[in-house]
């Protein structure tokens, strides 16, 4: 379980969460949804440690990890796949995924692991000697996911991984994180602007506004819920 309580994050002056609170309970898929600038990356930037919170506590497992640098939190394997996916564009699709899993050094799983993500995504199979920065965004996306599965997370943050992608591959990708979620036992926080899609596959979403939780509740609840529908789901 990973509790976040009152989290406080400034960049300089520009106040970006207050007082942010938020539970995600072990095996669960959870989601956040908002606008643009609203604090969704901001607060999965605070977990991974990325950027330091002003006041407020972050427990995982029961253990403070506040204040714990990036390395330190990776390491209690918690993963983060930015927005924007971050894959090492001259490097393969391969090449990628073993630098996912830098840490790992039971070969044996690494290899199975890997089998895993490809028989997940099977396009990061076919494209396994291709230069990463060469695919579509939605490919580099499934790789994105793939290199983070390498690393052995128990507990994997994605933001945005909608973003820029075309609607066939993005149903692709939303299917393979329910599935990772049930085959890896992963529990998920996933940061969306696409709240029909983000609703549909998580259990419990926070709607965050301007750096503090507007609204949160089951994410069926969300989604019948005239408010979110008007501001987030297109009416
Ligand atoms: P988006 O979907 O557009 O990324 P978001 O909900 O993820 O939106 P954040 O990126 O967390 O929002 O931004 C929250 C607030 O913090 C915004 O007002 C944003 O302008 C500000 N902010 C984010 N990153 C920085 C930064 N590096 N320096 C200064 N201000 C920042």
């Not at 995504?121 to 599965?149: C, D, H, V, W, Y």
């Not at 992608?165 to 049930?182: C, Q, S, T």
């Not at 926070?206 to 529908?229: C, H």
Request: glycine residues 10%; contains cysteine; proline residues 4%.
């Amino acid at each position: 379980m990973l509790e976040v309580e009152n989290l406080h994050v400034s960049y300089g002056s520009i106040k970006a969460l207050h007082g942010v609170s938020l539970k995600v309970p072990q095996g669960s898929i959870v989601t956040l949804i908002g606008a643009n600038g609203a604090g969704k990356s901001t607060t999965l930037r605070a977990l991974s440690g990325l950027v330091k919170s002003n006041s407020g506590t972050i427990r995982y497992d029961g253990d403070e990890i506040t204040r714990l640098a990036p390395h330190k939190i990776v390491s209690r394997r918690l993963c983060h796949v930015p927005e924007g996916r971050m894959v090492f564009a001259n490097l393969t699709v391969h090449e990628n995924l073993v630098m996912g899993a830098y840490l790992q050094k039971d070969k044996a799983w690494i290899a199975k692991q890997t089998e895993y993500v490809f028989h997940l995504f099977p396009r990061l199979k076919e494209r396994e000697n291709q230069a990463a920065g060469t695919m579509s965004g939605g490919e580099q996306q499934m790789l994105a996911i793939g290199r983070a599965l390498l690393g052995n997370p128990k507990f994997l943050m994605l933001d945005e991984p909608s973003l820029g992608i075309a609607p066939l591959l993005v149903k692709a990708i939303f299917e393979r994180i329910v599935e990772i979620n049930k085959e890896q036992g992963l529990t998920i926080l996933l940061v969306e602007q696409n709240a029909n899609l983000a609703l549909d596959i998580s259990s419990y979403g926070y709607v965050l506004e301007t750096g503090s939780v507007l609204l949160e509740g089951p994410s069926a609840d969300l989604k019948a819920n005239p408010k979110v529908q008007e501001a987030y789901l297109g009416g």
